[in-house]
């Protein structure tokens, strides 16, 4: 997993500056609503983490939102933080979400936007999330899915291995980078296995999907673990 991760580092690096325009051609231009449909139940202040920035769309649709305080921003890649660094006025980190240099329950709100597929440990990822995460702290993720139904994904399989095609027609030889998204598309575990995953770690979570279930939204809230059992990856 570590090489295929380090195979979807260099391609992200690579289509930083058109991240965003092939999200929206991929998602036919509705990227930016399913990120705001995704944060429809945010509000509030508080410390919010969005885990796996890249240049920071899905902390813009948290502002759209009305999010009112801290943010922190947190990316593996420098190219992506200096992107997400336009936003202004958030904390910028260069991290993994496998490894959080965050305290333990002290964030109010944490927003992954179609970042979670490519972690390299999931569940850790989760269980730091959780870790972080205040007694009765959100967590908002929006990703690609794998529907259970065979027939739904084998269509929406087909789809990422021709979408590449869509990507190239706009934006030349650089959109066929976003072939990478198979490499991690497939590691991901069914719909339904992943809310299992989610259930573990997590006492409430609630979802919908979207594109014949091939995209999904989840909303959790409140760790299963309280704070004093749980130690930080790098800092209290």
């Not at 936003?87 to 991290?95: H, S, T």
């Not at 967590?139 to 259970?148: E, I, N, V």
């Not at 995209?215 to 749980?230: F, L």
């Amino acid at each position: 997993m570590k090489e295929k991760w380090i195979k979807i580092q260099r391609i992200l690096e690579e289509i930083v500056d058109v991240y965003e325009t092939g999200n929206r051609l991929l998602s036919f231009g509705r990227s930016e609503e399913l990120r705001r449909e995704a944060l429809k139940d945010l509000s509030g202040k508080g410390l919010l983490l969005d885990v796996g920035c890249g240049p920071g769309n899905m902390t813009l649709a948290a502002l759209s939102r009305g999010w009112k305080g801290e943010i922190i921003m947190l990316d593996p890649l420098l190219s992506m933080l200096r992107q997400a660094k336009r936003i202004g006025n958030v904390d910028l980190i260069q991290a993994i979400a496998e490894h959080l240099p965050i305290r333990n329950s002290c964030i109010d709100v944490w927003i992954a936007g179609f970042s979670f597929r490519d972690f390299i440990d999931r569940e850790r990822s989760l269980k730091e999330l959780a870790r972080a995460l205040k007694k009765n702290g959100e967590g908002y993720l929006l990703d690609l899915a794998k529907p259970d139904n065979i027939a739904k994904r084998t269509t929406v399989f087909i789809y990422w291995v021709f979408s590449p095609i869509l990507t190239f027609l706009k934006l030349g030889k650089i959109g066929l980078k976003y072939r990478g998204i198979l490499t991690t598309y497939r590691e991901l575990p069914t719909n339904s296995k992943l809310l299992s995953l989610f259930k573990k770690v997590f006492k409430e979570v609630k979802y919908f999907t979207k594109f014949l279930e091939g995209v999904i939204v989840i909303k959790v809230k409140g760790p299963r673990i309280y704070a004093e059992d749980r130690t930080a990856s790098s800092y209290r």
